[in-house]
């Protein structure tokens, strides 16, 4: 079920469903929550006659299913109507032994703060303790990791009236959450008597909808007599004023974390098609327009410079008859003169890692002395993230006849969503064109360290560059630095075939080559603290980029 659909004018609508603890008849149930505007029911598996204890007789033998009958709905309208949970009187954790054996199945629900945390259960000024917000994240990471990150285990967050801090709930961004779980209680009264969220609430509630997430409504109703319907249009009311989405998200849509091979420039023929798709960035041509443009202008006897009317007349009326496709590897093409100017758009989501060096040291031959190059430097850069989603989705690409962990070692283009960033980018490569002759060899290292502030779980790195055009003009898809809509490029994720445990303050290193050869181009990596982890892709042996 999705937590969003499109309305008119972009609008979204939130997915609302009703949360009920007792539920002795389906049929009516649903048809009651489905008069107030709700999109499903969540109910209790268990039917409430099974509460009492049945491991023992004579309730062990007694005959009937534990569970509903599928015969009371349709195959659909289990499936889209209905939410299943286990009943709160299961407690698989009890110290008590008939009533933990009596709970032999769990449910994910977990609340944003533990109860203890909470400001109304503190005595007088005492301030909540230190690393409170991270009991909860460490009670669902704890089971996750037993349940073998199993990607059909998802999230239900309870939300209270006391809300964590800003860089748990970011740390949450990084999980499965499919559900906020969202108490009456916590909605305050307007002026008119209606509920509303506080400003908090409705940043948190706004944040979590970019996951699509459902939104499940718990309690009864507590404003005045007001009937549930108002929580409803008043969630509705927040989707449908949310900020629209930027042209970066418009052309994302339906790849987030969608796992996509890099391009192989030299081995692989591109469809007419992909190029079409690229030219319909409005950010990126009108960049390298206006790089060539100002390079034009510095290269042209000085008492042209001040004629743009002219150069612009050169551009639309001379030039255009005096292009010629020369369909030739630029590598060993042989011109007839020496060029002012080459112009390229060979970078990938990595900077290099669609072998730009490579090609542009082998064209560099065909530049006058002094010519220039457009880009004229790029930079990679990485940063430490957490993304259980990913990991999943990297652990589901597993091919039958590749070592069982070869899709560990190869990168992946995507466009990040459901993920934490855990620290700042750092860069890594830098290549700059033309570059003097003595340099040619393009195998690069580093070794980058992080601090991460909170408790964390590593799954990767992700990858993102910035290249230099032309003087002061630029192009970046680091985060901090993003070109104002521009899409032509997603980042860059390079996994870790283990998840990693990071404490607060604890400092991530890792180790980054870039190795080539005559004949192919690969990346290796390997976590080296706070714990080191394997090697990754040694000798190319799962990924190379062939030359």
Not at 45 to 70: I, K, M
Not at 118 to 127: K, M, P
Not at 490 to 502: A, D, H, T, Y
Request: with cysteine; hydrophobic share 35%; aromatic share 10%.
């Amino acid at each position: 079920m999705a937590a969003a659909a499109a309305g008119a004018g972009g609008a979204a609508r939130v997915s609302a469903g009703r949360d009920l603890s007792c539920v002795p008849e389906v049929a009516g149930a649903l048809s009651a929550v489905a008069r107030q505007g709700f999109d499903f029911l969540c109910l209790p598996l268990f039917h409430p006659r099974h509460r009492r204890e049945f491991r023992e007789e004579p309730a062990r033998s007694r005959p009937g299913p534990q569970t509903r009958s599928d015969l009371l709905l349709s195959g659909r309208d289990w499936n889209t109507l209905i939410v299943g949970k286990l009943s709160p009187w299961i407690r698989p954790d009890s110290p008590l032994e008939h009533v933990r054996r009596n709970s032999e199945a769990v449910w994910v629900r977990v609340p944003l703060l533990a109860p203890e945390d909470e400001r109304e259960e503190l005595v007088g000024n005492e301030e909540p303790a230190r690393g409170g917000d991270e009991t909860t994240w460490g009670w669902w990471h704890d089971f996750r990791t037993l349940c073998d990150y199993n990607k059909r285990v998802g999230v239900a967050l309870e939300v209270g009236a006391d809300l964590p801090s800003s860089a748990a709930i970011d740390r949450w961004l990084g999980e499965p959450v499919k559900a906020a779980l969202l108490p009456t209680a916590v909605f305050l009264t307007n002026k008119k008597g209606f509920p509303v969220l506080s400003r908090a609430h409705q940043r948190l509630l706004c944040r979590l909808l970019k996951l699509e997430v459902q939104v499940v409504l718990t309690g009864a109703p507590r404003h005045g007599g007001k009937p549930l319907g108002s929580y409803l249009q008043y969630l509705e009311h927040l989707g449908q004023h949310r900020p629209p989405p930027s042209a970066y998200e418009l052309f994302a849509r339906g790849y987030e974390d969608y796992l996509q091979s890099p391009l192989q420039p030299l081995m692989d023929n591109l469809e007419s098609q992909t190029y079409e798709v690229f030219e319909k960035d409005p950010i990126k041509y009108s960049q390298y327009q206006q790089a060539i443009y100002r390079c034009l202008l510095d290269r042209v006897p000085e008492e042209e410079k001040e004629s743009n009317v002219q150069l612009q007349s050169w551009q639309y009326e001379e030039w255009g008859a005096q292009v010629t496709v020369v369909a030739e590897d630029m590598r060993g093409w042989s011109p007839p003169e020496g060029a002012d100017l080459i112009v390229s758009e060979l970078l990938g989501s990595f900077g290099d890692n669609e072998l730009s060096p490579e090609c542009l040291q082998g064209a560099q031959r065909c530049l006058k002395e002094g010519g220039v190059s457009i880009p004229r430097s790029y930079t990679s850069f990485l940063a430490p993230i957490s993304s259980s989603k990913l990991y999943t989705e990297v652990r589901g690409c597993r091919e039958r006849d590749r070592d069982p962990e070869a899709q560990f070692e190869m990168p992946y283009v995507v466009r990040l969503h459901n993920y934490h960033q855990l620290a700042a980018p750092q860069p890594c490569f830098t290549f700059h064109h033309p570059t003097p002759e003595a340099a040619n060899d393009n195998s690069r290292y580093c070794l980058l360290a992080f601090r991460v502030e909170g408790n964390a779980v590593l799954h990767g790195f992700a990858g993102y560059f910035e290249t230099a055009l032309y003087g002061d003009i630029t192009l970046s898809i680091r985060p901090e630095t993003h070109s104002p809509g521009m899409f032509s490029w997603f980042p860059i994720f390079f996994p870790i075939k283990q998840p990693l445990p990071i404490k607060a303050g604890e400092e991530v290193t890792v180790a980054f080559w870039r190795c080539s050869t005559p004949k192919k181009v690969w990346y290796e990596w390997a976590v080296t603290g706070p714990a080191p982890s394997a090697l990754h892709n040694p000798g190319g042996r799962s990924y190379t980029i062939g030359l």
